[in-house]
């Protein structure tokens, strides 16, 4: 495999962004958000077996939205197939969550919004699917991501372990990329983990955890409706309003605070972001459900200490930082793995706390 992307090439302020535009270069468009700004890193090694993509994956603690928005802008019309290699992983997509732990599988559809959160760091092994490679069970498959398959035993222990050895052997060179048969025996293998999982199974109890994510992700796909409230998040995720709450509650968050932090997030976004650059103020908070130009005022400023009038002059893009990304780039890529090593210590856990060691001499 060759490494696409390696956050340690900028610098630690730069490295969200660096992560954010060049996951959109060669992946699909979609957002990356953190609590941990100072401390983020990741990487992305990549290598192919016939129509099929192998991306391995290992960062810290970060969330990726697939946002309508960004389907608009590009989509691949693939299945991604996660497995989880460390750390813990939560996903939802069209009302689907789970919450996986190493070896568990699961997928989404990069057709339909879908968020994906990881509270500290992880590692993962994606294998991109176009859809339509898998034939007639394509609809299927697509009605079933964000599901959880356990990866203790029996058939999705054994797909991981094949899809592991394959990207090894793509990295070392001992599989060849245009071995057609053996990007058949994945598709095959992909479409049988499948076959057994019903649809119409009678839904099992939902963790707190898979609640929240899901919730999450309701919201993400309906910031731009300005009448969206907890009452209506509520009926989406099939619970009471009361529940709702407490789900919140047992993480610190109230529902309303975090509605309104996603649109303001999402507003700050766009006030920096040089594509809408000619748009009003007003249309931008319009577009996240903040219709009231006096109100979003206040709730920005309260936020961020300043007008959005004010951010947006004082936060442009400088030229300086666009240039360290386009140094970043002119990087020769790296073999797989990374010759500092990978991001965790001998027992599995992450080395510093959440940071991967820097390279030799860096």
């Not at 060759?2 to 468009?29: G, M, Q």
């Not at 976004?269 to 459900?289: M, T, Y």
């Amino acid at each position: 495999m060759t490494l696409l992307i390696d956050t340690n090439a900028v610098p630690a302020p730069h490295r969200v962004e660096f992560w954010a535009k060049s996951s959109c270069d060669a992946y699909h468009p979609l957002h990356i958000g953190t609590d941990a700004t100072d401390r983020f890193w990741a990487r992305m090694w990549a290598d192919r077996l016939g129509p099929i993509g192998f991306y391995r994956i290992a960062a810290g603690p970060n969330t990726m939205r697939r946002t309508p928005r960004d389907i608009s802008a590009g989509d691949p019309e693939c299945l991604h197939v996660q497995i989880v290699l460390r750390g813990r992983l939560h996903g939802a997509q069209q009302h689907r969550a789970s919450v996986l732990a190493p070896g568990d599988i699961t997928s989404y559809d990069t057709s339909y919004p879908a968020i994906f959160r990881a509270d500290g760091p992880f590692d993962l092994l994606v294998i991109r699917l176009p859809k339509a490679t898998l034939g007639k069970h394509a609809e299927k498959v697509s009605r079933l991501t964000a599901v959880r398959i356990p990866g203790e035993a029996g058939l999705p222990r054994l797909a991981a372990r094949f899809c592991s050895e394959a990207a090894a052997g793509l990295a070392d060179g001992s599989i060849g990329r245009d071995d057609t048969g053996l990007a058949e025996h994945v598709i095959d293998l992909v479409r049988r983990l499948y076959v057994d999982l019903d649809a119409s199974r009678p839904p099992r109890p939902r963790s707190t955890a898979e609640l929240l994510i899901h919730a999450q992700a309701y919201v993400e796909a309906k910031l731009s409706d300005p009448n969206l409230n907890p009452e209506e998040l509520a009926r989406a995720c099939f619970i009471s309003t009361r529940y709702l709450h407490r789900v919140f509650e047992t993480e610190g968050l109230s529902v309303c605070d975090f509605i309104r932090s996603a649109r303001l997030e999402r507003c700050r976004r766009d006030l920096i972001d040089p594509a809408f650059a000619d748009q009003p103020i007003s249309a931008i908070a319009g577009r996240w459900g903040l219709s009231s130009p006096p109100h979003f005022s206040r709730l920005f400023r309260k936020a961020y200490g300043c007008s959005p009038r004010q951010f947006r002059r004082s936060a442009a893009p400088a030229a300086d930082a666009d240039a360290v990304l386009a140094r970043a780039w002119a990087r020769p890529p790296a073999s797989w793995p990374l010759d500092g090593g990978e991001p965790w210590g001998p027992e599995g856990t992450p080395v510093d706390g959440c940071r991967p060691p820097a390279r030799p001499g860096a």
